[in-house]
């Protein structure tokens, strides 16, 4: 059996039980896409608490495992073709984890490509431009008196749930039945509110996406990841 020991990220965050998913992250809209897919399909796993503190992303044990400095991240030990597999990026776990165990991701190849198609449009889009309008918003870039950055992505948020909402029209998930694209998108929508940015891009004339990420946040498994792992330690 793989002996997470070996591994360098195992010396900072030791595994309690090596024969499961290790999942390294913290409650982000990136980190909880991961706990929430893992709390969906049932799958066994130990969670570890990685702040976004330079001392616990930037340490030399988790950068052994993603050199990007960015949570989360997971070992599967029980891989593909029974290898162990470390693998960081949520997209790319959220991928894996859909493929390791058939659920989330359609029934049929078409569904996996649409599905797929709109995990990337939360990943290269809606994901990064809602991000950096929180951070100039909420965070060190709401103190630059120039407005045009956060104007910039204003602007862009409200193309983007205008596609998430337009999308949403007569069907209650984003590529029909619930999957990993809605497991990567609603989280995001969900920052929103923690960002203090709701009002800014005019989130409540948006009843489909307000909808949606009701339906999202009332599932069981939704409510367990969104705290998985704890905030404090």
């Known amino acids: 059996m793989f002996d997470l020991t070996t591994h360098p990220v195992s010396t900072?965050?030791?595994?309690?039980?090596?024969?499961?998913?290790?999942?390294?992250?913290?409650p982000t809209p990136?980190?909880?896409?991961?706990?929430?897919?893992?709390e969906e399909i049932g799958l066994p796993y130990e969670a570890h608490r990685v702040t976004l503190s330079a001392a616990d992303?930037?340490?030399?044990?988790?950068?052994?495992?993603?050199?990007n400095n960015k949570i989360p991240a997971i070992i599967d030990p029980d891989g593909p073709d029974?290898?162990?597999?470390?693998?960081?990026?949520?997209?790319?776990?959220?991928?894996?984890?859909?493929?390791?165990?058939g659920k989330l991701t359609g029934k049929t190849a078409s569904d996996r490509h649409t599905i797929t198609q709109w995990l990337m449009f939360q990943m290269g889009g809606l994901g990064p431009m809602l991000g950096q309008l929180g951070y100039f918003s909420k965070f060190a870039g709401a103190e630059i008196e120039d407005?045009?950055?956060?104007?910039?992505?204003?602007?862009?948020?409200?193309?983007?749930?205008?596609v998430v909402e337009?999308?949403?029209?007569?069907?209650?998930?984003?590529?029909?039945?619930?999957?990993?694209a809605d497991i990567a998108i609603a989280p995001w929508l969900k920052a929103l509110d923690f960002y203090g940015t709701q009002a800014a891009i005019g989130w409540f004339d948006h009843p489909n996406?307000?909808?949606?990420?009701?339906?999202?946040?009332?599932?069981?498994?939704?409510?367990?990841?969104?705290?998985?792992p704890p905030r404090e330690g």
């Open 209 to 228: 996406a307000v909808a949606y990420l009701d339906r999202f946040l009332a599932r069981p498994a939704v409510q367990r990841g969104l705290n998985i």
């Open 30 to 38: 990136n980190g909880v896409k991961v706990s929430i897919m893992l």
């Open 147 to 162: 407005p045009r950055p956060r104007e910039r992505f204003v602007v862009e948020g409200k193309r983007l749930l205008n």
């Open 82 to 101: 029974g290898a162990p597999l470390a693998l960081f990026e949520s997209g790319a776990i959220l991928l894996y984890l859909a493929e390791k165990t």
């Open 12 to 26: 900072r965050w030791p595994a309690q039980h090596p024969d499961r998913l290790q999942l390294y992250s913290f």
């Open 166 to 180: 337009k999308q949403l029209e007569g069907q209650d998930w984003i590529a029909g039945e619930y999957s990993i």
């Open 57 to 67: 992303v930037k340490s030399a044990e988790f950068l052994s495992l993603n050199p």
